[in-house]
């Protein structure tokens, strides 16, 4: 067949979301086996050599997997040890008694909003989602109700915020002052979580119904109550231990010499699966040997804890093989090419681009990269005034609407043991809040500057 172009590319590319929401939603097929069919229907029908297909299709999982594969089993295993030890229920705790048990969501938007700062998304929903569960089970709520601000958090954080790395590359890209750019972007990032977290969570939680069991979080809550627990302090110290070293990994060439020994060690001991695997052995210490557990219990709790994140990994990984299938189709350059056509304002470009972008291959970092650089000249072209604005308004638009070919749409169904139509309800409608309300506020700063 040979390959399609224009049009029709974006027809197959949208017929095969519709048929993937579908076939996972009504019929309640496989999600793994549904992506894998769907993405190579897609890239038969779109006219790519049939020797190929299989070739992008695992190239997209196995790039996926090599990152998220580590990171979520080496959160989980930090988790697992913070729920055993206790960890988890002090921070809970704590968290509960200086914000009030009412006032828990706003408890974790703020936690989230912090520790996220130099962690991809998917890295700090593996660190958090342990207090999550906790706290969600002292102050006796759903789950999504501490959850649903923990991931608005994370997200704003993600598209927003420097020295986040997808934010960062963006304010390169864009010649940005990193100093403008965070005052900007907590101004405009602080109401924004507070809209899509706290205050969207108490609207949509009383409608969602989740399953009483909830597999992922026994591994978390199924244990004995221990009568002593780890000290608050001791147990924030290594939860922030990756997020400490990945900021040294993100500043490393401000602090040292580009190519010096001092330099590549703050960037192997920043790169996010070292930062996570200190953190982890860590915790193996302040959280398991100081508190009274053998080397027998510690090989148990990290490899029981592995089993229910199976799941998660494929789809994950499967939706990584779809995102190469709309790239290598040609699916994400007549996406970008139709966005051209129209003459736009340096911000709206920025927006649509990253926004049409994420549509597309369900990649916040690739959308806002991809986007940056495609508007970055002409925004330089046109002498826009505001080039940080120009980052938050990218930022803003590689969030919305995350769907099926998004790794953090599986992680969040699974985590929460949601359907994915509640995912759509929950966590998508979340991520297009967080678009839409930070592009509108930084519209809104761009007439005030």
């Known amino acids: 067949m040979p390959p399609s172009t224009g049009l029709s590319l974006l027809v197959y590319a949208a017929i095969a979301i519709i048929a993937l929401i579908v076939l996972i939603a009504r019929f309640r097929l496989n999600p793994f086996v549904v992506i894998t069919l769907v993405s190579v229907g897609l890239a038969l029908v779109a006219g790519m050599p049939a020797n190929a297909v299989v070739a992008s299709y695992e190239g997209g999982v196995g790039k996926t ?22 960890g988890a229920e002090q921070v809970a705790r704590t968290l509960i008694d200086r914000f009030g048990e009412r006032n828990a969501h706003w408890a974790m938007v703020c936690i989230a909003f912090l520790v996220g700062l130099p962690l991809f998304f998917e890295v700090g929903f593996v660190l958090l989602v342990p207090i999550a569960f906790t706290v969600a089970r002292r102050v006796g709520v759903s789950i999504l109700m501490v959850g649903l601000p923990m991931v608005a958090g ?16 963006a304010v390169q890209a864009y010649q ?15 109401p924004t979580a507070i809209i899509a977290g706290p205050i969207y969570a108490k609207f949509i939680v009383p ?24 000290g608050f302090a001791i147990t924030m110290a290594t939860i922030l231990l990756p997020v400490l070293l990945m900021l040294l990994g993100g500043w490393a060439n401000l602090i040292s010499t580009p190519g010096s020994g001092l330099n590549s060690f703050l960037l192997f001991i920043g790169n996010s699966v070292i930062a996570l695997l200190l953190a982890t052995l860590l915790s193996f210490w302040t959280l398991g040997i100081a508190q009274g557990f053998n080397r027998d219990s510690i090989l148990k709790f990290t490899q029981e804890c592995l089993a229910p994140t199976a799941s998660i990994t494929l789809l994950v990984g499967a939706g990584g093989g779809l995102n190469r299938i709309l790239v290598d189709s040609g699916v994400t350059n007549e996406i970008v090419g139709l966005a051209q056509d129209f003459h736009l304002s340096p911000l709206l470009m920025g927006w649509l681009f990253a926004a049409l972008m994420r549509v597309a291959t369900g990649s916040a970092t690739v959308a806002m ?6 508007v970055a000249p002409v925004a330089m072209g046109l002498g826009y005034p505001h080039p940080e604005l120009l980052v938050l308004a990218t930022g ?9 070919n998004d790794g953090g749409f599986w992680l969040i169904k699974e985590y929460f043991n949601m359907t994915v139509a509640q995912t759509f309800k929950t966590w998508t409608v979340l991520e297009t809040l967080i678009s839409v309300i930070a592009f509108v506020l930084t519209l809104g700063l761009a007439q005030v500057l």
């Open 65 to 86: 997997l090599g990152h998220i594969a580590l990171v979520v089993a080496l959160g989980t295993m930090l988790g697992k040890m913070m729920a055993e030890s206790g």
């Open 176 to 190: 940005a002052s990193v100093g403008q750019t965070l005052f900007y972007a907590i101004l405009i990032g602080i």
């Open 369 to 374: 990269t991809t986007a940056s650089g495609i």
């Open 396 to 404: 803003a638009g590689s969030v919305i609407f995350s769907h099926v």
């Open 207 to 230: 409608r969602i119904q989740l399953p009483d069991e909830n597999p992922l979080a026994k591994q978390f809550l199924d244990r004995e109550p221990r009568k002593q627990l780890p």
């Open 154 to 169: 994370l997200s704003v954080v993600h598209a927003l915020v420097p020295p986040h790395p997808a934010a960062m590359l």
